[in-house]
């Protein structure tokens, strides 16, 4: 479970300023811890707008507005009469709540509804003020609608995904809600939170809420917040995997990092320098000492010279990903504070409006944004299961036992498996990782020709992480037990002093073993202790902050 620190600090919606930290601090948050709050200048220019709707466009002789006063889609050509268009709105609802399959997470669906009205708030959308008060009602007091995840191409907007969350908000006879840990029938957990169980819906309501890809925007955002704690861990990974086959240091010389020009990759070898720091472990005269599975052609020490790849280019490929992570930020951040219905509403310069469709809705950009995070972090997992690899094979590793067995061998078995199971899931990551962005089915009578899949995108991303977390726990498993290991044959040779700190949290929570053990119980302890970032925390209380 990830989670984010809490301060009783409001976080307050103005449609511009909102940050991938904050969206993580509600998500992951109690219910009104913090409390979330519309900015006053949100909320009187939302007022403004909606009453030159009603006051201009709300009448008979109104000239055809998209959405406003026309049917949807292919039916736009097709004139609404004013006095259905309450009616219209609750069709809409009925019509659009078309998801099916698992539902999202209740953290995703708090994201969910802190990042559409952020939208809303930016006055673009001629909705009632009365549904964002609404929406952030069920975000403080916690009622997270159900909302199944498949129905979405990501194009105009999350229709059928957000139809769930409003036909959840108007209390709809078929919507459901959880509420304090049940799963409930809307009404029901309204009621339950202090709500009216029933919200009426006013023309332009609906479409404002269900388009643009917010819940797209949702789940790659927390992806996002995940992948960049992964850039951390994968550094301390490594560093702990290089001092458990005492590792050479030179390739982390910050003057090999400068001349290629790569800020992020000058980070991540600081990072390792800074892990290490203090290391004898990682030392000539460390490596001078010959463990009783080491194979050295006749007895003879030699200097190593430089590290395999997945040691020695660790900076260059964990750099990549947070540079691939960086620019995913700009574009979520973005799409964060942006409007992102349709049509849009803007001043004409004379005291009025105008009203202009257009595509803003389209997830593009969220689309490529989680398709980044998901080759990014992937790629961390594939560095990280060579390295896993390599400390499971004497012949790689200088010396560890086989397969990392601490008992007799051929009694245990060791760690074999649990290295498979890594590179099953690396393996795993391939496809997942392949871009969902290129892909394109047309819909909706052929008025959506091109989509983005961005919803799909982003539940790949969700996956990946996952996987990623689980990829890096195995690492973490193997890389102590190799440590521990070797550590009779190198007395007085010492860790650095943030890959002890690492060492010493991994194993409050995965102990020192020398005979097999039942070992999906550790591995999910593991990938649950990279998930919560209790590994880089407790590294950045000793050392001070990695970057």
Known sequence: MNTAPQTATPVILDGASLT??????????????????????????????????????????????????????????????????DRFQRLIVSAHSAGIGEPLREHEVRALLLLRVNALAKGMSGIRIECLDRLLAMLNRGVHPVIPWQGSVGASGDLAPLAHLVSAMIGHEKAEAWFDGARLPAREALRAAGLEPEFGLAPKDVLAMINGSTVSLA???LSLHAAD?????????????????????????????????????????????????????????ARRVQLPDENRPGGEYKPRVQDAYSLRCAPQVHGAARDALRFA???????????????????????????????????????????????????????????????????LSYGLPLNLVGGQLGLNTGFSIVHCSASAIASENKLLSMPSVIDSIPGKANQEDHVSMSTYAARKARQVIANVEAILGVEFILATQGIDLSGDHLTG??????????????????????????????????????????????????????R
């Open 493 to 546: 040779f010492r860790l650095g002093e943030g890959a002890a700190a690492a060492y010493r949290r991994i194993r409050q929570v995965i102990p020192r073993t020398y005979e097999d053990v039942y070992q999906s119980e550790w591995m999910y302890a593991a990938q649950e202790l990279v998930a919560s970032g209790a590994v880089p925390a407790a590294v950045e209380e000793t050392i001070g902050a990695l």
């Open 329 to 395: 930020r700009e574009l979520l951040t973005r799409e964060a504070n942006a409007a992102t219905d349709n049509p849009l509403i803007f001043p004409d310069g004379q005291g009025g409006y105008d009203v202009i469709s257009g595509g803003n809705f389209h997830g593009e950009p969220i689309a490529y944004a989680a398709d980044l995070i998901s080759i990014a972090a992937s790629e961390l997992g594939a560095i990280s299961e060579r390295r896993s690899f390599r400390l499971t094979d004497p012949n």
């Open 219 to 221: 789940s790659a955002v």
């Open 20 to 85: 991938v930290e904050e969206v993580a601090h509600v998500a992951y948050g109690a219910p009104g811890e913090p409390g979330v709050l519309l900015s006053d200048e949100a909320r009187e220019l939302t007022i403004s707008v909606r009453r030159y709707v009603e006051e201009h466009w709300l009448t008979p002789d109104a000239p055809p507005m998209y959405g406003i006063n026309t049917g949807l889609g292919r039916l736009m050509d097709v004139r609404v009469p004013v006095e259905d268009l």
């Open 229 to 285: 704690r992964l850039a951390k861990t994968a550094d301390i990974a490594h560093s702990l995997t290089l001092e458990a086959v005492r590792g050479e240091r030179a390739a982390y010389d910050d003057r090999i990092q400068a001349a290629r020009n790569a800020e992020s990759q000058r980070e991540s070898a600081e990072n390792t320098r800074r892990l290490i720091e203090g290391s004898t472990r990682t030392t000539e005269d």
